[in-house]
T-cell receptor, first 116, second 109 residues
């Protein structure tokens, strides 16, 4: 019944590895996001997809590649992991468009990535 | 540029009232949100303001002044469980929320 689910919840990996984080929402929302929360708790937007189309691509190293196979899924693949990639990554979804007054997010539970 | 400022830390005692301020400068404005985040958990939605004025929801209220680029979150009858980070976020011209760095509130008995 989880509205926005992310897997895995914890990910510990070595520098240089490639890893993926998966996100799925069952709310029928049309827009999904990836945020990175650093050790100082600052939440920063990385990517956003609306109906499988990339609409936000912030200044993020191109080692990070999002993929949205359908509007309910948004995955994040990270190549050649670096120590500085250690953070909590949150997936979120929202419904935007006519007739929607509150475009607030529903967040997933987060993926704590530790690169060693 | 886009900037959202809020105090880094605040402390208060059980039963008290605390006000967390947020000032913002963004390209466009389509609403201001407050989220609560407990340690190790995801942010959860608290309130939404798009028009000037006060929105009240139980022990929590949020105020917005668009002309001043200012909002506050008011927490009444504080409880220990209110110890958390409180995130101010603005939706600018696009659909994404821009978050402030959060205010960590510690409630003591």
């Amino acid at each position: 019944d989880t509205a926005v689910s992310q897997t895995p919840k914890y990910l510990v990996t070595q520098m240089g590895n490639d890893k993926s984080i998966k996100c799925e929402q069952n709310l029928g929302h049309d827009t999904m996001y990836w945020y990175k929360q650093d050790s100082k708790k600052f939440l920063k937007i990385m990517f956003s997809y609306n109906n499988k189309e990339l609409i936000i691509n912030e200044t993020v190293p191109n080692r990070f590649s999002p993929k949205s196979p359908d509007k309910a899924h948004l995955n994040l693949h990270i190549n050649s992991l670096e120590l500085g990639d250690s953070a909590v990554y949150f997936c979120a979804s929202s419904q935007v468009g006519p007739g929607v007054n509150n475009y607030g997010y529903t967040f997933g539970s987060g993926t704590r990535l530790t690169v060693v | 540029g886009q900037n959202i400022d809020q105090p880094t830390e605040m402390t208060a005692t059980e039963g008290a009232i605390v006000q967390i301020n947020c000032t913002y400068q963004t390209s466009g404005f389509n609403g201001l949100f407050w989220y609560q985040q407990h340690a190790g958990e995801a942010p959860t939605f608290l309130s939404y303001n798009v028009l000037d004025g006060l929105e009240e929801k139980g022990r929590f209220s949020s105020f917005l002044s668009r002309s001043k680029g200012y909002s506050y979150l008011l927490l009444k009858e504080l409880q220990m469980k209110d110890s958390a980070s409180y995130l101010c976020a603005v939706r600018g011209a696009g659909t994404a929320l821009i978050f402030g760095k959060g205010t960590t509130l510690s409630v003591s008995s």
